[in-house]
């Protein structure tokens, strides 16, 4: 896992080198978002709705970020950032000095985990977000809410192959199985001020949040949001996009940002209806670089205390890099994948690695390929609970047909089937599995 992750830090370093030798990639220009002209008040009252397609490419009408004076496009989850080319879909409005956008994504899914450790279920998931900006005084406020469904699920989640994590009963840790988030995933404010034309300040909180720790969320990746199912690195990559209490602070300049949090370190509970409160005990900081409209990189570290509720006396620290690619594919196609490492170190207790690569193609409005490659080193796994580590590898491919019911809404079938390869002794137990997955998928953008 060492060379493992010495060849990841060496791809971060050496993409934008290749980026700028490849004679096919985009090479707009790299220049801050226009700050877009106040739009003029809505006669008696109404909003101007339209459908947004923002696109991160010279020549077009960016909206400019609620974080700096860089597209809105760059942002992801919290205050991450991804490749300002991928589109951002969305329903957005006017209201005086108000810009809203909505977007709502979710899915009726069936699975069938094969093996003896296996399990079949109907679920649904997905989320229903909303964001806000205005101009207030020298800066800019923002508001994020984002809602998701998957409490209706169950408490249980969805049967899983080598995923483990947080609690259905507040007893045991759920093992092969998705854990679901919680109704609120993130209930968020922030404020930005100016530094010139080319840079900017933040403060972002939020009740849920998300902390400056890996990259986006899954969810929100533009390579992963795709693929249903959670990746089984989703403890080690992105597991805090929803902590109870967060606090980040700051600054842009250009293709640069560094920001910082102070966050409560524990998962949320069992309890997934509610709004939990803590000591903002746990920190982190994260420096993202995004040298091309192409690519996104970030490298980031936290220390999180009593991350698991089952074991209240280990702390944990952690450190991530990522490096993420998106590329239009002619008039309505898209290309876009991440590269991530991540490792555990558990207070007491053993140092994990996970390794992540993904990518989705969409070579027009109709069609989307995606595929996802995991190897994980987990001890959560064994007849003993936090026993030994195993190295653990999870390979899945995918596709979803969408069809265009009206201007707003597609409908999506889709399908994905998985294949693992499992360490010995622990591979005993599962037998030779294989996993598969169908869903309908609805978006209103």
């Known amino acids: 896992m060492k060379h493992v992750a010495t060849a990841l830090a060496a791809s971060l370093l050496l993409a934008p080198v290749a980026l700028a030798q490849d004679p096919h990639a985009d090479h707009e220009a790299y220049a801050p978002a226009?700050?877009?002209?106040?739009?003029?008040?809505?006669?008696?009252?109404?909003?101007?709705?339209?459908?947004?397609?923002?696109?991160?490419?010279?020549?077009?009408?960016?909206?400019?970020?609620?974080?700096?004076?860089?597209?809105?496009?760059?942002?992801?989850?919290?205050?991450?950032?991804?490749?300002?080319?991928?589109?951002?879909?969305?329903?957005?409005?006017?209201?005086?000095?108000?810009?809203a956008m909505g977007h709502v994504l979710l899915n009726a899914a069936y699975t069938d985990q094969g093996g003896p450790r296996g399990g079949d279920k109907a679920f649904v998931s997905g989320m229903v977000m909303g964001m806000a900006q205005r101009p207030l005084g020298a800066g800019t406020l923002g508001l994020r809410a984002m809602l998701s469904p998957e409490p209706f699920m169950g408490k249980a989640g969805y049967p899983l192959l080598l995923a483990a994590g947080e609690t259905a009963n507040g007893e045991d840790v759920l093992v092969d199985r998705q854990h679901p988030h919680d109704?609120?995933?993130?209930?968020?404010?922030?404020?930005?001020?100016?530094?010139?034309?080319?840079?900017?300040?933040?403060?972002?909180?939020?009740?849920?949040?998300?902390?400056?720790?890996?990259?986006?969320?899954?969810?929100?990746?533009?390579?992963?949001?795709?693929?249903?199912?959670?990746?089984?690195?989703?403890?080690?990559?992105?597991?805090?996009?929803?902590?109870?209490?967060?606090?980040?602070?700051?600054?842009?300049?250009?293709?640069?940002?560094?920001?910082?949090?102070?966050?409560?370190?524990?998962?949320?509970?069992?309890?997934?209806?509610?709004?939990?409160?803590?000591?903002?005990?746990s920190s982190s900081v994260r420096l993202s670089f995004n040298p091309t409209p192409n690519l996104a990189l970030q490298t980031s570290w936290a220390s999180i205390k009593s991350p698991e509720a089952l074991e209240p006396h280990h702390d944990e620290r952690r450190v991530s890099m990522s490096a993420m690619y998106a590329r239009r594919v002619g008039?309505?196609?898209?290309?876009?994948?991440?590269?991530?490492?991540?490792?555990?170190d558990k207070v007491p207790g053993e140092v994990l690695d996970a390794v992540l690569i993904e990518a989705a193609f969409q070579p027009n409005d109709a069609w989307t390929f995606f595929t996802r490659a995991e190897q994980v080193e987990q001890d959560e796994l064994g007849e003993i609970e936090h026993g030994p580590a195993y190295v653990v590898r999870k390979v899945s491919l995918g596709a979803i047909r969408d069809f265009q019911v009206s201007e707003m809404v597609k409908l999506g079938l889709g399908a994905q089937v998985s294949a693992f390869d499992i360490e010995e002794p622990l591979g005993a137990s599962y037998g030779n599995p294989t996993a598969g997955t169908v869903f309908v998928r609805l978006k209103i953008e």
């Open 183 to 281: 109704l609120f995933m993130e209930l968020a404010a922030s404020y930005s001020l100016p530094i010139g034309e080319r840079g900017s300040v933040f403060v972002y909180g939020g009740l849920p949040g998300e902390p400056a720790f890996g990259p986006p969320a899954f969810m929100h990746r533009p390579s992963g949001l795709d693929a249903l199912e959670a990746p089984i690195s989703h403890h080690w990559l992105d597991s805090t996009h929803i902590v109870f209490g967060v606090v980040t602070a700051g600054v842009t300049w250009d293709r640069w940002k560094l920001d910082a949090s102070r966050f409560r370190g524990r998962e949320p509970d069992e309890k997934r209806f509610d709004i939990e409160t803590g000591a903002l005990d």
């Open 331 to 344: 008039d309505s196609g898209l290309f876009s994948a991440t590269a991530a490492w991540a490792r555990k």
């Open 34 to 99: 226009p700050q877009p002209a106040p739009a003029p008040p809505p006669d008696h009252g109404s909003m101007d709705h339209g459908a947004m397609t923002m696109e991160g490419h010279a020549g077009h009408d960016l909206a400019t970020s609620s974080l700096g004076p860089h597209a809105m496009t760059r942002d992801g989850s919290g205050t991450s950032w991804i490749p300002e080319a991928a589109p951002m879909h969305g329903r957005h409005w006017t209201a005086g000095e108000w810009t």
